[in-house]
């Protein structure tokens, strides 16, 4: 594709800026074909006339790209307020800011900008900024006004991602917040400001009379707009009392389903085989698969490009791009460009595709029927990764992928009686995740009676208390169920899972901070390692040179420390490109995630938009975060027992025993687990070990483990061990 014309020099022949305008029309085209576009007055006279706005319209209607322009356009930034837009999963907030950059014909982050977790791409100029909404959350901590934002679009709220739900209840609070006079201040204590300046706690009376000046003002209002792509606005408009609930009308052609016969016993194997049936029997359109995960995918996109080195040579026209939400996003936006000139693309996604972001061209959907999702027992404590059955509700929004641009095919791989059987909707996430990380978010946004807040569905009351339990033994929380000092007030401003963050707070103590630090971003990412089922025994040989007897905590560091050394020797001559050129080919040599390793380089380090000249304005950097908390980074060299210990310190609720029959049991929940094959350990087998996560499989597997001394147990957890046996 010919490249921008920044000087214009060819313009007046063709040539780029040709391109450039044609492109630009082509996109103005497609905004105004949008089902969106023709409500699009009603819509803003719908938003003046009511504070909070409940929207519903099918996928691919225009409600993520096109609201936010149009609500700029409107006036809705003047006073240099900002229009906020949230996104359960980065991947979305990434691809569509860089969609509305595009159509605005802005650079992105200037007008339009993104910010997740590790990566802000915001600036000053900033008016329509997309993010997670978590992120949101995180911000809530610095401003409890949110007073920035005019407008804060909650998108794809039917997807009822536990950050979703805490922020619905938050918003809510702060809307009504807004809209009185101020009669409360916001708690400043432990917030940083924007600039990076840390502000000192107010004393008593000083906060007395900032109240006092500002008591009476009013604040400017805030307006929510609830978007859904589920049809059904009932819950939303009544969680909010009553709300204004509109619908877009969308289009959709039919789409013809297919069931399996029987039950597949391989889906990827079933998977395979449709993709090439398709492909090579089917007529023109782009396919969509939906699959579980990255590791999944990749292996797909392994066997989909070994399966076409074996056709002929004109039968191997297809391209294969995989969509996931740790994919670095350049990668991500190839999705959206239209195939090579007789070219089929396959699209391999995980349910991102299912409603968060529209891939054009898609004629045909492969729905497996599986989506990986969190599960949590309130009983053991412990949340783990499972694949599940969807919904039906999202079986029909895979299926719906098909039918956007004309007519399509579905092919679900299992029987039409195991549809029937699917249950309508998916469980809200907060009724099936750990609630540590958002009670301790709750507290630090000054809500104290957790089992009294307004969700829109509660949790239960066991999970919350379990929650709280953990809280209070990581010493986040007094007795009292306050957040503690300094200790609560920190683990909430990482942005991290709550036993990382203690893990972190713990290692300047243990004097090994520069090693939790690496060892926490890389724990961050999706799998360092992956072993094709055919390499199988070259890739366990090349991880053997990383591979620390003492576990896969060390092994991950030892990973990152080669790497590390690597880049910093081959970028000498400040060639970066040539840098990563050399760091993909290693990587490649020993097996190991290039995407993943570059992803925790760029947390553990300061990666962030800097090449935009762009200043990071939130702290996501673990590293500046930890320094500015004032905790003391320092290497404990070759001293690993330390590390160890502190591992053993933060992790002592996921310690598990070696039983009689090789397999291990949870301490804290009695639980009988085993170690996952891709571990270090997994031959070794120590009698006591940490881990990090808990997937579940066919199997119960630990994931990331590390051997501890069962002894040190009862020394560095005496808050937990001394109470049991
Ligand atoms: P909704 O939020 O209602 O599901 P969107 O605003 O996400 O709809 O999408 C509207 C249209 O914009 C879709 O037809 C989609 O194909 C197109 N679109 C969105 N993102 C991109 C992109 N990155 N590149 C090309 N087209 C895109
Ligand atoms: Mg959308």
């Given at each position: 594709m010919p490249s921008m014309d920044p000087a214009g020099s060819k313009g007046s022949n063709g040539g780029p800026k040709a391109d450039f305008f044609a492109r630009k029309q082509r996109i103005e085209q497609q905004r105004k074909s949008l089902p969106i576009a023709s409500v699009e007055k009603r819509l803003m006279d719908e938003v003046r006339g009511h504070d909070i706005l409940i929207i519903v319209g099918e996928t691919g209607s225009g409600k993520t790209t096109q609201l936010p322009q149009y609500l700029f356009n409107a006036g809705f930034c003047r006073d240099g307020k900002i229009i906020g837009i949230t996104q359960p999963r980065r991947v979305a907030a990434v691809t569509v800011a860089k969609r509305v950059a595009e159509e605005c014909g802005v650079e992105m982050g200037q007008r339009v900008g993104y910010s997740i977790r590790f990566d802000d791409m915001t600036s000053s100029s900033t008016r329509i900024k997309y993010m997670t909404d978590g992120l949101l959350l995180r911000e809530a901590l610095l401003d409890k006004y949110l007073s920035k934002y005019s407008v804060i679009i909650v998108d794809e709220a039917h997807e009822r991602t536990v950050d979703t739900d805490v922020l619905l209840g938050i918003l809510k609070s702060v809307q009504k917040a807004r809209s009185g006079p101020i009669n409360q201040l916001p708690n400043i204590d432990h917030t940083k400001a924007n600039n990076g300046v840390v502000i000192d706690k107010e004393n008593d009376s000083q906060r007395a009379s900032s109240l006092n000046r500002c008591r009476g003002l009013k604040l400017s209002p805030l307006k929510l707009i609830i978007m859904s792509?589920?049809?059904?606005a009932r819950g939303f408009s009544e969680y909010f009392g009553g709300a204004r609930a509109v619908h877009v009308q969308g289009r959709q052609f039919p789409v013809d389903i297919f069931y399996t016969k029987a039950p597949e016993t391989d889906y990827l194997d079933a998977t395979l085989i449709t993709i090439f049936q398709i492909h090579l029997e089917e007529g023109a359109g782009d396919v969509l698969v939906f699959l579980t995960g990255q590791e999944e995918i990749e292996s797909v996109e392994r066997l989909v490009l070994e399966k076409l080195q074996q056709l002929p040579e004109e039968k191997r026209k297809l391209k294969v791009l995989p969509i996931y939400s740790s994919l670095p996003s350049e990668k991500q936006m190839q999705v959206f460009m239209p195939a090579p000139t007789g070219f089929r693309k396959v699209i391999l996604a995980t349910n991102i595709a299912e409603t968060s972001v529209t891939i054009p061209g898609i004629k045909y959907v492969i729905d497996p029927g599986l989506v990986k999702a969190r599960t949590y027992s309130a009983r053991t404590g412990m949340e783990s990764l499972v694949v599940v059955p969807t919904s039906k509700a999202q079986a029909l929004q895979r299926s719906g992928r098909a039918g956007r641009e004309g007519p399509g095919k579905c092919f679900r791989l299992y029987p039409e009686r195991e549809f029937e059987k699917l249950s309508d909707s998916t469980v809200p996430e907060i009724k099936r995740c750990n609630l540590s990380k958002v009670v301790l978010q709750l507290k630090a946004l000054g809500v104290d009676d957790i089992i009294g807040f307004d969700f829109m569905e509660k949790p239960s009351r066991e999970a919350v208390i379990k929650s709280l339990e953990l809280l209070t033994l990581l010493g986040?929380?007094?007795?009292?169920?306050r957040l503690s000092k300094p200790v609560g007030h920190q683990m909430a401003r990482l942005p991290l899972d709550p036993t990382h963050a203690k893990a972190l707070i713990l290692a300047s103590q243990f004097n090994c901070l520069e090693e939790m630090l690496i060892a926490v971003a890389m724990l961050s990412v999706e799998s360092i390692f992956y072993a094709p089922r055919e390499k199988l025994e070259e890739a366990r040989t090349a991880a053997k040179c990383f591979s620390s007897l003492e576990g896969d905590h060390l092994t991950l560091i030892n990973v990152y420390r080669a790497s590390d050394e690597l880049f910093e020797k081959s970028k000498i001559g400040n060639n970066r490109e040539k840098a990563e050129k050399t760091m993909r080919k290693w990587c490649k040599e020993n097996f190991i995630n290039s995407r993943s390793v570059r992803q925790a380089r760029d947390i553990h380090r300061q990666a962030t938009s800097s090449f935009l000249g762009l200043k990071p304005k939130y702290d996501w950097q673990i590293r500046e975060n930890v320094e500015q908390m004032g905790l003391h980074v320092a290497s404990c060299g070759d001293d690993m027992l330390q590390f160890r210990r502190c591992l053993a310190a933060a992790f002592f609720l996921n310690a598990a025993l070696k039983q009689p029959d090789g397999t291990y049991r949870v301490l804290s929940s009695g639980q009988s687990v085993q170690i996952h094959?891709?571990?270090?350990?997994f031959r070794t087998k120590p009698d006591c070990l940490i881990f990090d996560e808990l997937v579940r499989t066919n199997h119960n597997y630990i994931r990331n483990v590390s051997r501890v001394d069962y002894l040190w147990l009862p020394e560095l957890a005496p808050q937990y061990y001394t109470l049991k046996e």
């Open positions: 792509a589920s049809l059904d986040a929380l007094t007795e009292e169920s094959p891709s571990s270090v350990l």
